[in-house]
């Protein structure tokens, strides 16, 4: 199946900077949307970005003109930097990827979240 691997995480001060990674493998043939959503405590796991194959991207209302998403399609791995966060940027982040294994089935697979800590 497919595997993903994220990184970066971590305790960032508001206005700072932060950048996530998510490394996806396995039996993959082509991989579609990549993506980026956080989930803080009692609320619903919310999107923050997604790139599609074509690296056309939306965002989060909350999130535009602060994240970038973007992706390195040879090596199915999709970032996310984060600049000017607001302590409301604190959540756990999920990676998620969809697209296609070797076997032409369709996967949507998740990551296992990574903590984003916005504190001074």
């Known amino acids: 199946q497919v595997q993903l691997v994220e990184s970066g995480g971590g305790l960032v001060q508001p206005g700072g900077s932060l950048k996530l990674s998510c490394a996806a493998s396995?039996?993959?043939?082509?991989?579609?949307?990549m993506g980026w959503y956080r989930q803080a405590p009692v609320k619903q796991r919310e999107l923050v970005a997604v790139?599609?194959?074509?690296?056309?991207?939306e965002y989060a209302d909350s999130v535009k003109g602060r994240f970038t998403i973007s992706r390195d399609s040879a090596k199915n791995t999709v970032l996310l930097q984060m600049n000017s966060v607001h302590p409301e940027d604190t959540a756990v982040y999920f990676c998620?990827?969809?697209?296609?294994?070797?076997?032409?089935?369709?996967?949507?697979?998740w990551g296992q979240g990574t903590q984003v800590n916005v504190s001074s």
């Open positions: 790139v599609a194959s074509d690296e056309s991207a």
């Open positions: 396995g039996r993959i043939s082509v991989v579609d949307a």
């Open positions: 998620n990827v969809k697209g296609h294994l070797a076997t032409a089935s369709f996967f949507d697979t």
